[in-house]
């Protein structure tokens, strides 16, 4: 019993070329991430449309209105 609870604490030994997995882990997920980067700034960069806007300030009227949470109150 004792043998199998030290074979359990033991790190795993990676295998050879595991190092050449991990950068291309690596570098599939920065690449990843350059490209979800480059996507949220030309969404970001958009203007906003002027029904949005006008969305926001009707709510935040209706929030200086009153104490009212809109939830079924």
């Known amino acids: 019993m004792r ?8 790190p795993a ?4 070329g ?5 950068d291309t882990a690596q570098g599939a997920s920065n690449a990843i991430g350059r490209r979800l980067k480059a996507y949220y700034e030309d969404v970001a960069s958009e203007p906003v449309p ?3 806007l006008s969305l926001l300030d009707a709510l935040d009227a ?8 809109g939830m079924g109150d």
């Open 3 to 10: 043998g199998l609870m030290d074979d359990q604490r033991k």
């Open 62 to 69: 209706a929030e200086k209105g009153g104490p009212k949470s």
């Open 18 to 22: 595991s190092e050449r997995k991990d």
């Open 50 to 52: 002027d029904r949005f």
């Open 13 to 16: 030994e990676s295998p050879k």
